[in-house]
């Protein structure tokens, strides 16, 4: 039972380049989120998804895009790479019976740019 | 607006001390969900508790108990007997009714460290 996995867990970037973090769940859940946690800081959310086809920013959306094509999953797109995209990612889903069961949260890709 | 605010940054304690992390929160609405995460050194992300804005009631699992208070707007969190194990970031986050979709509001993080 996989949960959520995300690629890669570390990367470091050089300022302007792009790159695409990857996330996949295996348990048929709706809602699916992306988060940023800056040292000493709790989690931002980025962007987050409802259903396949259906994306919403969150509180920080600047700077990334995402898709949902389909139920299982969710990539960030981080077009031009900047020094303030420096943080790790956290990609998360949950069943989506309206809000609040427990979100399952992948392992976190450590994103550095240089 | 909501806010959840964890005002201890940093607890150091010797194990078998009870340690409490506090947690208060800010939000208009009348339904809500308050969780505790630990995240340990290695980085993941652990669920430890989910408590509805409608369950006063404090729980308690094993040594983590948990003191939900609406009257404060206050959800903290006790660990007792800790033990080195236990030294980890803990997160309190908030969602509400209003946005209908579970996305987190979360606390800056307490950082607890369990010396041997």
């Known amino acids: 039972n996989a949960g959520v996995t995300q690629t890669p867990k570390f990367r470091i970037l050089k300022i302007g380049q792009s790159m695409t973090l990857q996330c996949t769940q295996d348990?048929?859940?709706?809602?699916m989120y992306w988060y940023r946690q800056d040292p000493g800081m709790g989690l931002k959310l980025i962007y987050y998804s409802v259903g396949a086809g259906i994306t919403d920013k969150g509180e920080v959306p600047n700077g990334y895009n995402v898709s949902r094509s389909t139920t299982e999953d969710f990539p960030l797109r981080l077009e031009l790479a900047a020094p303030s995209q420096t943080s790790v990612y956290f990609c998360a889903s949950e069943g989506g019976q309206g809000f609040a069961t427990e979100a399952f949260f992948g392992q976190g890709t450590r994103l550095t740019v240089v | 607006a909501q806010k959840v605010t964890q005002a201890q940054t940093e607890i150091s304690v010797v194990e078998k001390e009870d340690v409490t992390l506090d947690c208060v929160y800010e939000?208009?609405?009348?339904?809500?969900?308050l969780f505790w995460y630990k995240q340990p050194p290695s980085g993941e992300l652990v669920f430890l508790i989910r408590r509805n804005s409608f369950d006063e009631q404090n729980e308690i699992s094993g040594r983590y108990s948990w003191n939900f208070q609406k009257s404060t707007s206050s959800f903290n969190f006790t660990i007792t007997a800790s033990q080195v194990v236990d030294s980890a970031v803990y997160f309190c986050?908030?969602?509400?009714?209003?946005?209908?979709?579970?996305?987190?509001?979360f606390g800056q993080g307490t950082t607890l460290q369990v010396k041997p």
């Open positions: 348990m048929n859940h709706n809602y």
């Open positions: 986050a908030l969602t509400s009714g209003s946005s209908n979709t579970g996305k987190l509001i």
């Open positions: 939000t208009r609405d009348t339904t809500y969900y």
